[in-house]
């Protein structure tokens, strides 16, 4: 097998049709350790290409202070009904409309509370709308379309930092007043400039040069897992780490409602689908009809009081209230 070239020192210097302009950003340089990668027999090939996401991790956990700032601040305005707005262009804004399609079956997120844009339109998301993410005012008009305001949080997604489409966005929801989060690749990029909370995946030159879709776009996949399934868990949609708001829209997801409720409750999947049956399939009602021996009606006169904390209305307290540990058994 031809093993991945050794890269240069980092003192060596980079000469000839080499030489790349100081001022490229990290994501457009040439990852110098890969420059004989058409050459790689297959096994290299992959092993490069799989290695090199292992730096999209690494890049999300050195933003995990930002990342915090983020959800800490998100919270109180998604509490008060804001919406969730995703901007992006290409990769980044086909991973934002990801992100947000699937808060639905996974937390009983409401569709109308999340708002995807994406530069050329929703047909982008499957054929590619050139010179659409050129286009700064198109990015400010489809803010202002959707009336944003205070509560509403605004991620806006490119890999470069520099997308117009996706500055226009953000110039427009910072003059709303919304919650502005600038996910980027590259550091001291203009939209970390232009939001409150810019969140920086450092991840440095592809394999293949310029390519963002790859660890780039990686980082940015699991930097919008983290935020949003924080901010959800910060929403009571969990109990201990059980995911027991799902929407229950098939035969899978009703398999996995008997499954957690079984595991919150220790009752058998007999009790448990009879329980759930009462609820409407809502495994939270499920588990408080059954840990606190109410039924459906109170389990949800509780819950609502809980601000949909499993723990506390299995308690029977408010939301103001100390609460037993939140854990599942």
């Known amino acids: 097998m031809n093993a991945p070239p050794t890269p240069p020192s980092p003192a060596a210097p980079v000469t000839g049709s080499a030489a790349v302009p100081t001022t490229v950003p990290a994501t457009e340089a040439i990852a110098e350790a890969h420059r004989a990668l058409d050459r790689y027999d297959t096994r290299a090939l992959v092993m490069a ?56 079956p996974t937390f009983s997120w409401p569709t109308e509370r999340t708002v995807p844009l994406l530069a050329g339109g929703m047909g ?60 980027s690749n590259n550091a001291g990029s203009a939209l970390s400039a232009a939001v409150e909370v810019p969140v ?56 996995r409602a008997i499954r957690l409720t079984c595991h919150a409750t220790g009752v058998s999947e007999e009790r448990a689908q009879q329980a759930l049956e009462q609820a409407g399939y809502q ?10 021996g109410v039924d459906a009606a109170e389990a949800e006169r509780r819950l609502a009081l809980a601000d949909g904390n499993v723990a506390r209305a299995i308690a029977g307290a408010g939301p103001g209230a100390d609460a037993a540990a939140s854990g599942a058994g």
């Open 49 to 104: 290409l799989a290695l090199d996401q292992a730096r999209a991790a690494e890049a999300v956990e050195r933003a995990g202070p930002a990342l915090s700032r983020a959800v800490d601040l998100a919270l109180p305005r998604i509490k008060a009904g804001g919406r969730l707005v995703y901007v992006g262009a290409g990769t980044s804004g086909r991973l934002g409309v990801l992100d947000g399609v699937e808060l639905g």
């Open 124 to 183: 982008a998301m499957w054929q590619a709308v050139e010179g659409a993410e050129d286009d700064y005012a198109q990015g400010r008009e489809d803010i202002a379309t959707h009336a944003l305001g205070p509560t509403d949080v605004v991620l806006l997604i490119t890999a470069s930092g520099t997308t117009p489409y996706v500055l226009g966005a953000a110039a427009a929801a910072r003059a709303a007043g919304a919650l502005t989060i600038g996910l």
């Open 200 to 255: 920086e995946l450092l991840t440095g030159p592809e394999v293949i040069s310029g390519s963002t879709r790859l660890k780039a776009g990686t980082a940015q996949k699991i930097a919008l897992n983290v935020f949003s399934s924080a901010l959800m868990v910060r929403l009571n949609k969990v109990y201990g780490n059980l995911m027991v708001d799902l929407r229950a829209s098939n035969a899978k997801l009703r398999r």
């Open 283 to 292: 495994v939270k009602n499920a588990i408080v009809q059954l840990n606190a």
